[in-house]
Nanobody, 127 residues
Framework: VQLQASGGGLVQAGDSLRLSCAASGRALGHYATGWFRQAPGKEREFVGAISWGGGDSHYADLARGRFTISRDNARSTVYLQMNSLKPEDTGVYYC?????????????????????WGQGTLVTVSS
C-alpha cells in the first residue's frame, strides 16, 4: 500500500490548510486512516483518525474544534482540514492506514496500530 500526503505549505497563524492523503488502488476502503504529526525534535503525535466507513472521527485535544477529517472512499483519499492554525501546529504531517480492517472501536492513537505510512507533508505556521 502506498500513501501520498500532500497539501502542506507555509501559512500564517489563523490561516487554514487542507491536507490530502491518497492511497493506491482501493487500499483505504476497509481501514481507518489516521493523521499524525511530528515537530522538529519531538516524537510523532496523534492528530486524529476517521473510521473506515467515515461515520466516526476521533481527535486529539490539540486538534479538536479546529481540525476535521473526512474521507472519500471512491477516490481512496482522506482529508485533514485544518483551521485557525497556530505556530505550534508546525511539523511534518503523516497519514497512515490502520492495520485493523473494519475496526469499529475508538482507540486510534497508537502508532503501532498503523502499518502503512505516507511520506509526510510539511506544514509551517508563522506567527
Amino acid at each position: 500500500v502506498q500513501l501520498q500526503a500532500s497539501g502542506g505549505g507555509l501559512v500564517q497563524a489563523g490561516d487554514s490548510l487542507r491536507l490530502s492523503c491518497a492511497a493506491s488502488g482501493r487500499a483505504l476502503g476497509h481501514y481507518a486512516t489516521g493523521w499524525f504529526r511530528q515537530a522538529p525534535g519531538k516524537e510523532r503525535e496523534f492528530v486524529g483518525a476517521i473510521s473506515w466507513g467515515g461515520g466516526d472521527s476521533h481527535y486529539a485535544d490539540l486538534a479538536r474544534g479546529r481540525f476535521t477529517i473526512s474521507r472519500d472512499n471512491a477516490r481512496s483519499t482522506v482529508y485533514l482540514q485544518m483551521n485557525s492554525l497556530k505556530p505550534e501546529d508546525t511539523g511534518v504531517y503523516y497519514c497512515a492506514r490502520d492495520r485493523r480492517a473494519f475496526y469499529s472501536g475508538t482507540d486510534y492513537a497508537r502508532v503501532t496500530d498503523y502499518d502503512s505510512w505516507g511520506q509526510g507533508t510539511l506544514v509551517t505556521v508563522s506567527s
